[in-house]
């Protein structure tokens, strides 16, 4: 599978942004799916994971109540909704599919595919 992020841009704190990833393929359905971010000068981080069917999320703690994943099976899209945004949240946001990544494990980034990234500005 093959996915492309998008949605990225310059906003201030408070803002929101709705992240994109399209992937290519008709197995979309069957990939657990995740979003990380690498700030400059840091290591990857992990986001959020979502199962194959949506029924299972895992969020990091430093977003969790204000960033929202969510998918579109049937047009092969995932979503990363993020509200109440802080300058901390400046980064490259990457989406990845895994076929077997349960969300449990999606911290340790061990995904198959990854999409090239789109960057999040934050300003204060």
């Known amino acids: 599978v093959q996915l492309q992020a998008s949605g990225g841009g310059l906003v201030q704190a408070g803002g929101s942004l709705r992240l994109s990833c399209a992937a290519s393929?008709?197995?979309?359905?069957?990939?657990?799916m995740g979003w990380f971010r690498q700030a400059p000068g840091k290591e990857r981080e992990f986001v959020v994971a979502?199962?194959?069917?949506?029924?299972?999320?895992y969020y990091a703690d430093s977003v969790k109540g204000r960033f929202t994943i969510s998918r579109d099976n049937a047009k092969n899209m995932m979503y990363l909704q993020m509200n109440s945004l802080k300058p901390e949240d400046t980064a490259v946001y990457y989406c990845?599919?895994?076929?077997?990544?349960?969300?449990?494990?999606?911290?340790?980034?061990?995904?198959?595919?990854w999409g090239q990234g789109t960057l999040v500005t934050v300003s204060s």
């Open positions: 979502m199962n194959w069917n949506g029924d299972s999320t």
């Open positions: 990845a599919a895994d076929p077997f990544r349960t969300v449990a494990a999606a911290p340790r980034g061990e995904y198959d595919y």
């Open positions: 393929g008709r197995t979309f359905s069957r990939y657990n």
